[in-house]
């Protein structure tokens, strides 16, 4: 069975960091692109990141640029992000996606979310 379950998110004050993972099983983790999307209260759901199958490349929107670092381990069939310098706009919950084509088609497969809150 296909499972992708991410964790690391809470509760943290602006200028904080928080490490999200993404842990997958069912399917050889390699072999997928994997990215993190996230949805804030009353918004859409929104690309934050994204890293290839093949040679490990990424991609960031631009929000995030310079304070996310996206990465994966395929030994441990994880999938990490890094964040830094969050701030209040970074509120929301997170989820992960594999597919191995980019972007996701609708049938991919998601996680259920970790909430991230950044407040004082």
């Not at 069975?1 to 050889?28: D, I, K, Y």
Request: hydrophobic letters at 35%; aromatic letters at 10%.
């Amino acid at each position: 069975q296909v499972q992708l379950v991410e964790s690391g998110g809470g509760l943290v004050q602006p200028g904080g960091s928080l490490r999200l993972s993404c842990a997958v099983s069912g399917f050889t983790l390699e072999y997928y692109a994997i990215g993190w999307f996230c949805r804030a209260p009353g918004k859409g759901r929104e690309g934050v990141s994204f890293i290839s199958s093949a040679d490990g490349s990424t991609e960031y929107a631009d929000s995030v640029k310079g304070r996310f670092t996206i990465s994966r381990d395929n030994a441990k069939n994880t999938v990490y992000l890094e964040m830094d310098s969050l701030n209040p706009d970074d509120t929301a919950v997170y989820y992960c996606v594999a597919d191995t084509i980019w972007p996701p088609r609708t049938d991919a497969h998601w996680g259920q979310g970790t909430q991230v809150t950044v407040s004082a």
